[in-house]
């Protein structure tokens, strides 16, 4: 089968481009603990003597990862406009509140590929059997792949997170629930240069992207990380990814602009999670959250306003801020179907298969090597 089929509407057939593919040129960088955190697949204990080598050499990641970050949070605080990128919302706390947001009422992206899922699960499992390692990125909690461990009972599930310990608990939980699959950790920040463990079998690998997270990548970034995701991927591998469609921009202010503040409260403990990583004094109570939505590049914008003159130091830098001066913290992008069908092909996917909800909101797309 080639080219798009849909459950509902025809889609035409998006073109193929030839683009040269990444091979395995990625280092392993790693972020917060080990480079690879692992489940009992492994027979390195995670932690050990500092006589170790190895060990002392994931220390030294570790560190050169802090570093890299603190670069980044400095040149972002720097900018003309300051930014900090979506991934610094994700620690503990942030882990949690995301967690909160996705069963808020007005936040209908996860409930709404979770309903796509459910309804074609069939449909789905047949374009996608047989899998032999179901990897995913932004991993999180372990919730949404539950159903595919189910209904394609993989051998080895590899969840890649940026959030260490919080996947590691998760990627626990779903290896005593699913026995005898073999689960492990990655900590690693998959927008930097990453790879997977070398002993993670190439062959039968679904890579599963879901809950539309490709959004916070502008064209470009989302571009070229569908590249390397098809460079993990042999000739029989696919990636199942999940993406927010152009809806009523009322309803996306809605989602990202919730009536009980949980998004707001993520939106600030980015602030919190920036102090610790860079040992900047950002105090909270000067923020406002704001969701603003950016018709001509399609994607929801999130800001934190100050609310009166502040002035931030972090070790040997500081910067102010004017009353009302704000900071972006994220971008979610809403991409046409057809927009983001033509960059599958041009990342490498020949064959895809999309399934949607009712209204058109939100979209699962299965897409072959
Ligand atoms: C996890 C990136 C998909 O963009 O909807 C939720 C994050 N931000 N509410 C999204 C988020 C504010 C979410 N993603």
């Not at 050990?48 to 605080?77: C, I």
């Not at 936040?107 to 069939?122: C, F, K, L, N, S």
Request: glycine share 6%; proline share 7%.
């Amino acid at each position: 089968m080639d080219g798009v089929s849909m459950p509902e509407n025809q889609f035409p057939r998006a073109g193929r481009l030839p683009l040269p593919l990444p091979s395995g040129r990625f280092v392993q960088r790693s972020i917060a603990r080990a480079c690879r955190q692992t489940l009992q697949t492994e027979s390195e204990p995670a932690v050990s003597a500092p006589k170790n080598p190895g060990s002392r050499r994931r220390l030294e990641s570790q560190r050169e990862t802090q570093r890299a970050l603190q670069r980044e949070l400095r040149q972002g605080l720097m900018q003309p406009v300051a930014q900090i990128s979506p991934k610094f919302f994700y620690d503990e706390r942030g882990c949690a509140l995301f967690e909160q947001i996705t069963r808020l009422p007005e936040y209908y992206p996860t409930r709404t590929e979770d309903a796509i899922m459910a309804r074609y699960e069939q449909a789905m499992v047949e374009a996608m059997a047989p899998c032999q390692v179901l990897i995913e990125l932004g991993a999180g909690n372990c919730e949404k792949v539950r159903r595919l461990c189910r209904s394609l009972a993989p051998r080895q599930f590899v969840g890649v997170d940026i959030a260490a310990d919080f996947l590691a608990r998760s990627v626990q939980r779903l290896e005593q629930d699913f026995a005898p699959m073999a689960a492990r950790a990655v900590a690693a920040d998959f927008t930097q240069d990453w790879a997977l463990p070398a002993d993670v079998p190439r062959a039968g690998r679904l890579l599963f992207y879901p809950g539309s997270s490709i959004g916070n990548f502008d064209p470009d970034q989302a571009q070229r990380m569908l590249a390397r995701m098809r460079g993990l991927l042999g000739d029989d591998g696919a990636l199942l990814i999940g993406i927010d469609l152009p809806k009523p921009r009322e309803v996306l202010i809605a989602a990202y602009d919730d009536a009980q503040g949980v998004t707001a409260a993520f939106n600030s403990n980015a602030l919190q999670h920036v102090n610790s990583v860079l040992g900047s004094d950002f105090d909270l109570q000067d923020w406002a959250h704001e969701a603003r939505f950016d018709t001509s590049c399609s994607r929801v914008e999130m800001h934190l306003r100050a609310l009166r003159p502040v002035i931030v130091g972090w070790p040997q830098g500081l910067r102010q801020f004017a009353e009302g001066e704000t900071i972006h913290t994220e971008n979610s992008y809403k991409y046409p179907l057809g927009e983001f069908l033509g960059m599958l092909s041009r990342a490498g996917f020949d064959r895809k298969r999309v399934w949607t909800d009712a209204q058109n909101w939100y979209a699962v797309i299965h897409a072959h090597a």
